[in-house]
């Protein structure tokens, strides 16, 4: 019973952090006399506070001690109790007055999906747009890691935590110790917000849109303050700053940090970031030629190095950090544009950054484990190994993506069933459920607008707010429950 007191008080402790985090827009809705707000705001502090003092007195003096499952089961939970609390304000205010569609935009934000039932962003209080955004903030790190980096009782479990919590098949501690290494991730996150915030003010934006953008750009999540996204603005300042900070989220933060530390060659020779940047400059090129190519039959003289460039680059970038923003409809764009956003959805960003989909590590471990059954094949008696980072590949990596890859396209084949089943055709069907478990929330077919999910029958709504949940936690996470071997 001690191991589970200490559990539900590290449970409390996430969760209060995420009810003290509505105290910004609270404050928004104060100043602007939102008075609706406030007390949609205040609700879910106050019984968060309520609840939390006597579990917490109660299990003072219980250790935080964890097994691997223990971790596993206490970051679901955090998952999905942070999306009922965010989805609270939704629904007390009445601005999403159906509890359900409430906890698919909360899901939707703290996932990074960037999927929305909300029809019409310009009637909704600053407040709530602004708690909105924030969800996808503090997704974007993790709320794990976040009350590691806080909270250093957490000794040696912090580890397992942030294991379960954190995505990529390996996972990178930058100091020997993981309460520092959460508080350096952190910080680098919030340097980076503070950075976009900064640069997009300069480019023209109000100081609102500019921290709304920015918590969306750095947590590769995509809502906006606008129906029209980020096309509202027309301005190519801010959509080249968005592709540069999108890049940088979509990159390993702990290579990141290295770069920062100046070791270059750490960065260099990582298998994975330079896959990463290869697959970004091969996707702009065919993307750039095939929306020049469009725009030169229909009009003679458009200008290649200008306005295509940047569609390019920004469709690339979006795409494939899974940010979803948008400044024109996907399904506008030529056919092999169009394979290209299909291929990205798929792909996704670097591990260890905030940007969802299979990831770029495991793709890069499947092509060098095809190349060597090929060579197998001519060799039979050989022994092949995987080669990354220059160094020899365990193993058990090859084994552990190669499983992950069954479940993320198994389950991608029943949200594609689930949403068929209420009239969807096959490939909006299919596009709905990979954006979902590639947390990408805007894309291709029928759905392709974010705000397009209120037509959905309820039970779509759950089915696909399991998916984001999922694909935000790497997908074992959320099936390790389904084991007979977990609940021994």
């Not at 109660?58 to 097994?67: A, E, L, Q, W």
């Not at 295509?308 to 469709?315: L, N, R, S, V």
């Amino acid at each position: 019973m001690k191991q589970y007191g200490g559990g539900a008080k590290l449970l409390v402790l996430i969760l209060l952090l995420v009810s003290f985090s509505m105290t910004a827009p609270l404050v928004i809705a104060i100043v602007l006399k939102e008075s609706s707000m406030i007390k949609a705001f205040l609700v879910p502090m106050a019984a968060m506070t309520l609840l939390a003092v006597p579990v917490l007195f109660g299990s003072m003096k219980t250790p935080i001690r964890f097994s691997a499952s223990d971790g596993f089961l206490l970051v679901f939970l955090s998952w999905v109790g942070a999306c009922f609390m965010g989805a609270v304000p939704f629904f007390i205010s009445r601005y999403i007055p159906v509890f359900t569609n409430a906890l698919f935009e909360s899901v939707s934000g703290f996932t990074t999906t960037g999927s929305s039932v909300i029809v019409d962003l310009s009637v909704m209080p600053r407040s709530l747009v602004f708690w909105r955004a924030e969800t996808h903030w503090l997704g974007g790190m993790g709320m794990v890691v976040l009350t590691v980096a806080l909270l250093p009782l957490l000794g040696i479990g912090g580890f397992r935590l942030v294991k379960a919590e954190t995505t990529g098949p390996e996972k990178d501690r930058i100091t020997p110790k993981i309460t520092q290494t959460a508080k350096l991730l952190w910080g680098m996150y919030i340097a980076l917000t503070a950075a976009a915030v900064l640069f997009l003010c300069l480019a023209g934006m109000n100081v609102f849109d500019a921290v709304v953008h920015a918590f969306s750009a750095i947590a590769t999540g995509g809502y906006s303050s606008y129906n029209e996204s980020i096309a509202h603005f027309n301005s190519k300042p801010v959509q080249w700053i968005l592709i540069i900070f999108m890049i940088i989220a979509g990159y390993n933060f702990s290579l990141l940090f290295r770069l920062f530390q100046r070791k270059f060659r750490d960065a260099w020779n990582n298998s994975e970031g330079r896959a990463y940047f290869a697959i970004i400059a091969i996707a702009v090129i065919v993307m750039a030629a095939s929306i020049g190519g469009a725009a030169e039959q229909n009009a003679p003289g458009f200008s290649f190095m200008g306005d295509t460039i940047t569609a390019a680059f920004f469709q690339v970038a979006s795409i494939i950090t899974t940010t979803g923003f948008a400044i024109n409809g996907q399904n506008l764009l030529p056919p092999l544009a169009q394979a290209v956003i299909f291929v990205l959805m798929i792909i996704g960003g670097c591990s260890g950054s905030t940007a969802g989909g299979v990831k770029v590590i495991r793709h890069v471990v499947l092509w060098k484990q095809c190349g060597n059954e090929l060579r197998r094949i001519i060799y039979p008696r050989g022994v092949f190994s995987i080669r990354l980072n220059k160094k020899v590949g365990r193993k058990d990596v090859v084994y552990g993506v190669s499983g992950f890859i069954f479940l993320y396209f198994a389950l991608a084949a029943a949200g594609m069933f689930t949403v068929a089943s209420c009239g969807a055709d096959l490939f909006s069907s299919l596009n709905v459920s990979l954006l979902s478990i590639g947390n990408i929330g805007s894309g291709l077919g029928s759905f392709n607008s974010s705000a397009a999910f209120y037509a959905f029958p309820a039970y779509v709504k759950w089915v696909l707010s399991f998916e984001m949940i999922a694909g935000r936690l790497e997908l074992w996470a959320a099936f390790v429950f389904f084991s007979r071997d977990f609940w021994r």
